[in-house]
């Protein structure tokens, strides 16, 4: 077996398709958008290059077949935030073959510690935790759309290597309509609360207008930056050029009535976003986004193909938690998924094992879990001593 660092165009090429070929039997495996991925790694599109580095590799077999790859990334950020410097692992995808699998994590390890980084942490994304983060070990069904989904034989692989479970991430999933499409209501207790305080004086809410993007992306600037800076040890503020740029590239599935501000005396509290899952259609287009896909894309938007949402993120600012404004937004939103019959279903994803609040909430919507990843954790210094993720933020409080 021969490791190749992806540098030519044909490296490439083969670094994106060596996916297709892998699932091509797996009825619930959704192809990503090749220029999504190849978009992680180009530093004139991926922001994460200005303060970070990656790199990636393709694993052949005697005969050069592509038969794996990874990529490794330090986010320079994120590595300071940790005890000790760390960096990451992602875009993992093997053939069954133990020895293969191995390879590429060496590969990777070996680069990281050439860094100086004593810790790497996968599989993971160069960029932020919405997409392409954990390793799914329970909920092997098509994934909505940033969610990965992989091979059930990884498992064994990360952690015969010496990855230790780090943190657990958590998808809830709820009905929205039944069978025979009646709406499904939230539990009484959070339609009451949500009532009360939507006639508290004082209180208002609005969803997302791109008329007004400019005003929405400030409030969601403020409550984000308010409510992470003291929940994240790698925080950093959200840039609101970067999310400005994130709006527009979502814009052709962006519904705005899908995402819902809370106000207290016109200053915003609190924000929920959910988008429609891209993933029930790019199922159909293996990768590509040519002129013909985009005309079925129209298609299928128009005709209500996505049926599934996806709660992507939301924030409430901490003087405000705990007062309900959460079960208010959510009553919001109930009254848009009356008017709109063609959503059925809405995933809530995902909630570190390390948030107890955020899976009470989801718990008192009625919602169950279904799905379960994993972030590992490699210690590079075998001196170091391997700790979770919730009981270093227990350690630091």
């Given at each position: 077996?021969?490791?190749i660092?992806?540098?030519?165009?044909?490296d490439?090429?083969?670094?994106?398709?060596?996916?297709?070929?892998?699932?091509?039997?797996?009825?619930?495996?959704?192809?990503?958008?090749?220029?999504?991925?190849?978009?992680?790694?180009?530093?004139?599109?991926?922001?994460?290059?200005?303060?970070?580095?990656?790199?990636?590799?393709?694993?052949?077999?005697?005969d050069?077949?592509?038969?794996?790859?990874?990529?490794?990334?330090?986010?320079?950020?994120?590595?300071?935030?940790?005890?000790?410097?760390?960096?990451?692992?992602?875009?993992?995808?093997?053939?069954?073959?133990?020895?293969?699998a191995?390879?590429?994590?060496?590969?990777?390890?070996?680069?990281?510690a050439?860094?100086?980084?004593?810790?790497?942490?996968?599989?993971?994304?160069?960029?932020?935790?919405d997409?392409?983060?954990?390793?799914l070990?329970?909920?092997?069904?098509?994934?909505?759309?940033?969610?990965?989904?992989?091979?059930?034989?990884?498992?064994?692989?990360?952690?015969?290597?010496?990855?230790?479970n780090?943190?657990?991430?958590y998808?809830?999933?709820?009905?929205?309509?039944?069978?025979?499409?009646?709406?499904?209501?939230?539990?009484?207790?959070?339609?009451?609360?949500?009532?009360?305080?939507?006639?508290?004086?004082?209180?208002?809410?609005?969803?997302?207008?791109?008329?007004?993007?400019e005003?929405?992306?400030?409030?969601?600037?403020?409550?984000?930056?308010?409510?992470?800076?003291?929940?994240?040890?790698d925080?950093?503020?959200?840039?609101?050029?970067?999310?400005?740029?994130?709006?527009?590239?979502?814009?052709?599935?962006?519904?705005?009535?899908?995402i819902?501000?809370?106000?207290f005396?016109?200053k915003?509290?609190?924000?929920?976003?959910?988008?429609?899952?891209?993933?029930?259609?790019?199922?159909?287009?293996?990768?590509?986004?040519?002129?013909?896909?985009?005309?079925?894309?129209?298609?299928?938007?128009?005709?209500?193909?996505?049926t599934?949402?996806?709660?992507?993120?939301?924030?409430?600012?901490?003087?405000?938690?705990?007062?309900?404004?959460?079960?208010?937004?959510?009553?919001?939103?109930?009254?848009?998924?009356?008017?709109?019959?063609w959503?059925?279903?809405?995933?809530l994803?995902?909630?570190?094992?390390?948030?107890?609040?955020?899976?009470?909430i989801?718990?008192?919507?009625?919602?169950?879990?279904a799905?379960?990843?994993?972030t590992?954790?490699?210690?590079?210094?075998?001196?170091l001593?391997?700790?979770?993720?919730?009981?270093?933020?227990?350690?630091?409080?």
């Amino acid at each position: 077996m021969k490791i190749i660092e992806v540098k030519t165009n044909q490296d490439k090429k083969e670094f994106i398709d060596f996916p297709k070929e892998l699932y091509k039997a797996d009825p619930f495996w959704v192809c990503q958008l090749d220029s999504g991925i190849e978009s992680v790694f180009d530093p004139s599109k991926n922001h994460n290059f200005k303060h970070g580095e990656a790199i990636r590799w393709i694993l052949k077999d005697d005969d050069s077949h592509t038969i794996g790859r990874i990529a490794a990334f330090i986010d320079k950020v994120r590595s300071s935030a940790n005890r000790q410097p760390t960096g990451g692992i992602g875009f993992f995808e093997v053939i069954e073959n133990k020895e293969a699998a191995f390879i590429l994590f060496k590969t990777a390890l070996e680069w990281h510690a050439s860094k100086g980084m004593e810790a790497m942490d996968g599989p993971i994304n160069f960029g932020e935790n919405d997409n392409n983060w954990g390793l799914l070990v329970d909920g092997f069904v098509q994934q909505g759309f940033g969610m990965p989904y992989n091979k059930k034989y990884y498992r064994a692989y990360f952690e015969e290597f010496g990855f230790k479970n780090y943190f657990e991430q958590y998808s809830y999933h709820r009905d929205v309509r039944t069978h025979d499409n009646k709406i499904v209501r939230f539990p009484e207790r959070i339609m009451k609360i949500a009532e009360w305080l939507s006639r508290r004086p004082g209180y208002s809410f609005r969803h997302f207008e791109f008329r007004n993007k400019e005003k929405y992306v400030k409030d969601i600037v403020e409550i984000y930056n308010s409510t992470w800076s003291v929940f994240k040890e790698d925080f950093t503020p959200l840039d609101p050029v970067i999310l400005e740029e994130s709006l527009e590239k979502a814009k052709l599935i962006i519904d705005e009535k899908l995402i819902w501000f809370a106000y207290f005396n016109y200053k915003p509290i609190a924000f929920f976003v959910l988008f429609p899952d891209l993933n029930q259609i790019l199922k159909y287009f293996n990768g590509k986004m040519n002129m013909w896909n985009m005309i079925r894309f129209i298609y299928f938007k128009a005709t209500h193909k996505m049926t599934r949402m996806r709660a992507v993120v939301g924030g409430v600012h901490p003087t405000y938690q705990n007062s309900g404004v959460e079960s208010a937004i959510f009553l919001q939103l109930y009254k848009v998924f009356m008017k709109k019959p063609w959503f059925k279903e809405l995933e809530l994803s995902w909630v570190g094992d390390y948030n107890p609040r955020m899976l009470a909430i989801y718990e008192a919507l009625g919602a169950t879990k279904a799905k379960t990843h994993i972030t590992f954790r490699y210690l590079i210094n075998s001196n170091l001593q391997f700790v979770r993720f919730k009981d270093e933020r227990s350690d630091r409080q």
